[in-house]
């Protein structure tokens, strides 16, 4: 049996088909797989309560030192919340969101079609070619 045969031989039936949106399926997975723990660490530093003093160890009194001691305590709790590392967080966020954004809009383009597999077109030869023909192209 001979190469053209192998493929011409079938040629009333679907051509073989492949599906490169597989790639895309998966960065999309990979891309969600980062982006939730990221959210999740960016939006408990914004929405998480300011944590409380330990009542049992402190004794706080509504006095203006106690007050001003309380204040203190929160603006370091703030301040460390709120650093370069939390923006850097951010920032590849929306990196990772735009990322996915692109990859979902390839997905869309693809619209679950598989595309043709012809050998004759890999080899960039025509349909009618010889078998010495394609053999020649093969090498």
Known sequence: ???????????????????????????????????????????????VSQELLNETKYKNCQCSICKEKIKNHYDSIKSKNYNYKFYFMILLAIGIS?????????MIKSDGKLKNFTPYDILE??????????????R
């Open 1 to 47: 049996m001979s190469f053209r045969e192998n493929f011409t031989r079938e040629e009333q039936k679907d051509d073989l088909q492949y599906d490169d949106s597989a790639f895309h399926t998966f960065a999309a997975t990979i891309l969600i797989v980062m982006l939730l723990p990221l959210l999740y660490y960016i939006f408990k530093r914004f929405f």
């Open 98 to 106: 735009y990322l996915l954004f692109e990859t979902h809009n390839e």
């Open 125 to 138: 030869i025509p349909t009618d070619s010889t078998n010495k023909e394609i053999k020649k192209a093969y």
